[in-house]
């Protein structure tokens, strides 16, 4: 029998050796497992702070091109009115009646042709068709009215006295 406890007494020592070569191999992987756990929150940690880093970033130059953009936007319309204004022409008047002429061949902008279906004619405030090319009479209940190329003239005739005429063009 004592050497049957000494057996069994022999073999619990065994066991209770290998239970914590176990417990303690275990514990090791625990530890590089909580390891790996804590170096990949910190890779996460540093890749979510450098896409905010990014995206604040993005967001900066995104603003900073809206406001150049706007920018350029009122600049580029700026000069298009200016080009507009330097090429628009006008000329305004109360008839007596008859005949009202525009002489395009002197002035500042002798030197210029007026752009081809650029004329419009205002009669009292109503916009009047016509064709800029035609070099002869437009007919309208109101009155005669034609661009005559040669001459370099707008014509509008036979208006009542008292209508208010506006004749405008481009010149290039």
């Given at each position: 029998?004592?050497?049957?406890?000494?057996a069994?007494?022999?073999?619990?020592?065994?066991?209770?050796?290998?239970?914590?070569?176990?417990?303690?191999?275990?514990?090791?992987?625990?530890?590089?497992t909580?390891?790996?756990?804590?170096?990949i929150?910190?890779?996460?940690?540093?890749?979510e702070?450098?896409r905010?880093?990014?995206?604040?970033?993005?967001?900066?130059r995104?603003?900073?091109?809206?406001?150049?953009?706007?920018?350029?936007?009122?600049?580029?319309?700026?000069?298009?009115?200016?080009?507009?204004?330097?090429?628009?022409?006008?000329?305004q008047?109360?008839?007596?009646?008859?005949?009202?002429?525009?002489?395009?061949?002197?002035?500042?902008?002798?030197?210029?042709?007026?752009?081809?279906?650029s004329i419009?004619?205002?009669?009292?405030?109503?916009r009047?068709?016509?064709?800029?090319?035609?070099?002869?009479?437009?007919?309208?209940?109101?009155?005669?009215?034609w661009?005559?190329?040669?001459?370099?003239?707008?014509?509008?005739?036979?208006?009542?006295?008292?209508?208010?005429?506006?004749?405008?063009?481009?010149?290039?």
């Amino acid at each position: 029998m004592a050497a049957e406890e000494g057996a069994r007494a022999s073999a619990d020592g065994s066991l209770q050796t290998r239970l914590a070569a176990e417990e303690a191999a275990l514990a090791a992987e625990i530890v590089a497992t909580n390891a790996d756990v804590g170096s990949i929150d910190t890779r996460v940690a540093a890749e979510e702070g450098a896409r905010a880093s990014a995206d604040g970033s993005l967001q900066t130059r995104l603003a900073a091109e809206e406001v150049a953009r706007a920018g350029a936007d009122t600049a580029l319309g700026g000069r298009i009115d200016a080009v507009e204004a330097m090429h628009r022409q006008f000329a305004q008047a109360i008839t007596v009646g008859g005949t009202m002429t525009k002489d395009l061949a002197t002035g500042t902008d002798s030197g210029k042709s007026v752009l081809n279906n650029s004329i419009q004619i205002f009669l009292n405030g109503l916009r009047l068709h016509f064709d800029g090319a035609a070099t002869s009479d437009g007919t309208c209940t109101s009155g005669d009215y034609w661009y005559d190329a040669s001459a370099k003239e707008i014509h509008v005739q036979d208006v009542l006295a008292g209508d208010m005429v506006e004749v405008q063009w481009n010149m290039i």
